[in-house]
């Protein structure tokens, strides 16, 4: 390896960082993952996987056993008395619980033959050697995928950038089986909840507002219709939470290192796109990686982020301004098509500027004469 002792190293061993190693593993290089913490790794998240997110598993090698995992056909909207659905232009999305997919992926890894090293910190990158625990190591490339406090962005200067959210979540399981084949998100002045179908007798609650919930329970009482639904049903889980962010940074590239999933940048899970833009990412990386210029990753990555970006800038405005989310919900459920087009760009099935020729003018017609 030219006086290296791996091609590509990888600082955090979460789903973005087993992406870029599977990836690169895919692509013929050497790699080697460290991460302070032992599989499996867990996460506070709505735990469902839409239609490109499946794919971007799919071209990992990695596949969702039926057992494992529950089966939503579309995104609901509900507040109070009003919904309104859609399904997915193509394909169905999978509900799975997270430690289940960061085991799935980590073993893809392992039988790829990337290198672990797990309760492993990394102590500092300087002059292109990485400083480990108990041992030093010279990569060709450095990838960062330490999350939103990334240490590597650090190291590597690339802290330059822009906070555009900040909200708080908490998830919790109930063993309940789905009343419906959607990922429902349910509305209020608070915030949001979110109940994603992980099994035929399992759901995944995760409720996310920009002031911190006391408890999943507690919160239950401020959407009304869901409260109802989960009455009297204990919870399967503790509760975990974790903080989400919308945040864009200048650049994600400098020398020989690479920034990956939120270490990168983030949309707030508004949107639920954060695991399908690490696994695009970490495609547009391996490209990059084989024609050794990260100068495309730079350009690919911007690419990547821009509907994720648009999407939850617009969705954090309906749940900021309850009078302009009433109007849009109204909107939505008078003319369907509307919501239909919006989740097919959520989804990549159709490009951002068809929505914004025709689902922002047409929205915003109805929003004046409504």
């Avoid at 990695?62 to 579309?74: Q, S």
């Amino acid at each position: 390896m030219g006086g290296f002792d791996t091609d590509v190293f990888v600082c955090g061993g979460g789903p973005a960082g087993l992406a870029a190693a599977i990836v690169a593993r895919q692509r013929g290089f050497e790699v080697m993952v460290a991460d302070c913490f032992k599989p499996p790794i867990d996460k506070a998240c709505g735990e469902g996987l839409m239609p490109d997110s499946l794919a971007g598993l799919t071209a990992l090698g990695v596949t969702l056993p039926d057992a494992a995992a529950g089966i939503f056909k579309g995104i609901r909207f509900v507040e109070g008395q009003r919904a309104v659905e859609a399904c997915f232009p193509q394909g169905t999305g999978r509900g799975v619980r997270r430690v289940v997919l960061h085991d799935l992926m980590r073993q893809r890894a392992e039988d790829l033959g990337v290198q672990f090293h797990w309760g492993t910190q990394v102590m500092g990158v300087a002059d292109g050697v990485v400083r480990m625990d108990d041992q030093s190591v010279r990569p060709r490339w450095v990838v960062g995928a330490d999350g939103m406090n990334s240490r590597i962005r650090k190291w590597a200067a690339l802290d330059g950038g822009k906070r555009l959210s900040r909200r708080i979540g908490l998830r919790q399981h109930y063993k309940v089986p789905p009343w419906n084949d959607f990922v429902e998100v349910h509305w209020s002045d608070a915030g949001q909840a979110y109940v994603t179908p992980i099994g035929t007798n399992e759901v995944c609650v995760a409720v996310v507002g920009r002031d911190r919930f006391r408890s999943v329970e507690g919160a239950l009482s401020l959407f009304t219709e869901l409260a109802e639904r989960l009455a009297g049903v204990a919870p399967a889980s503790s509760e975990r939470g974790a903080l989400t962010t919308g945040h864009v940074y200048q650049r994600v590239t400098r020398g020989n290192t690479a920034l990956l999933g939120d270490a990168s940048g983030s949309v707030d899970a508004i949107v639920g796109d954060g695991l399908s833009l690490a696994f695009q990412q970490a495609e547009a990386l391996g490209e990059a990686l084989v024609a050794g210029d990260l100068e495309m990753y730079e350009a690919a990555h911007r690419r990547i982020r821009r509907v994720p970006t648009f999407m939850s800038q617009s969705m954090l405005l309906m749940d900021r301004y309850g009078m302009l989310r009433r109007r849009s919900l109204g909107t939505f459920s008078r003319n369907p098509w509307l919501f239909e087009r919006m989740l097919s760009v959520h989804v990549g099935a159709v490009p951002l500027r068809v929505w914004g020729r025709t689902g922002v003018l047409n929205m915003g017609v109805q929003l004046l004469t409504r």
